[in-house]
């Protein structure tokens, strides 16, 4: 078995954004590119804390990042001479909050061609690397790849950013 443990930046493959395929989801990515519509960074529930309105306790309630709506606990009200289903009230300070901020990273091809597109790859940047990157800034963006539902039964690749390499300078 391989040892599973802190993944340090060297694990990171580097890739460039038109060479991302669905074999490259779950891993973790070292994306070179440029930083741009950067979003003004908001925050996001890893774990919500739903206190029920009838007994008073806590439910926690690990939230999957891809659903929309903030997932209450499915069983109820965890307090087992309770049981039943809210309403909840949503406790910040009991909850587990991630710092987010959204980014698009634009790849530079090395001899760019007439007509040629841009490729683009969305991302999210987690918890202290927030508001680091500005626009038109070039980093190595590192993170797991994933992918989100774009509606019409397409999902568009996105990395999930927890490290910033080297930033360069720009060209
Ligand atoms: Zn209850």
């Given at each position: 078995m391989k040892n599973k443990g802190v993944m340090k930046m060297t694990d990171a493959l580097k890739i460039d954004i038109d060479k991302?395929?669905?074999?490259?989801?779950g891993k973790k990515l070292k994306v070179h590119g440029k930083a741009t519509r950067i979003g003004t960074h908001y925050l996001e529930f890893k774990t919500a804390a739903f206190q029920c309105m009838r007994c008073g306790h806590i439910t926690k309630v690990e939230q999957?990042?891809?659903?929309v709506l903030l997932q209450e606990p499915i069983g109820g009200c965890e307090n087992d001479i309770c049981g039943k289903k809210g309403p909840f009230k949503v406790l910040p300070k009991e909850s587990e909050l991630l710092n987010v901020q959204d980014i698009s990273i634009l790849e530079i091809p090395e001899n760019p061609k007439n007509g040629q597109i841009i490729k683009s790859l969305q991302g999210r940047l987690y918890g202290?690397?927030?508001?680091?990157a500005q626009e038109n800034e070039i980093w190595d963006f590192i993170g797991e790849l994933t992918f989100s539902d774009m509606g019409k039964k397409r999902h568009e690749f996105f990395l999930k950013i927890t490290e910033l390499g080297d930033k360069y300078s720009n060209r």
């Open positions: 991302i395929r669905v074999e490259h989801i999957d990042q891809d659903q202290d690397i927030i508001c680091v």
